[in-house]
């Protein structure tokens, strides 16, 4: 199982704080994606603040870069085309694991 550092938002308006968490393999229909750079950008500070009311703990940063190493079961390379190509659009992934 990789290890990552994870900005991670422990309680909202609260610093965020990197820590290492531990991934576990893709599961069906996910991607790993090993990350080169990622940002923090306006959604993540609403997430801060509270603006958009999303549970924590979470990890921020959902606007990465990176190479994809690994596939769940039944993720096919059209599919993760199309993932690519949804966030390129700005369309939301869901079920994609990152890394870096
Ligand atoms: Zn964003």
Redesign the pocket.
Known sequence: MPTIKASILPDRNAPLVVEEVTLDAPKTGEVLVRIAACGL????LSVIDGTLPLPTPIVLG??GAGVVEAVGPGVTLGEVNQAFDNLRNGVNLRGVLVFS
Do not use: T
Not at 41 to 44: A, N, Q
């Open positions: 950008c306006h959604s993540d959902h606007e």
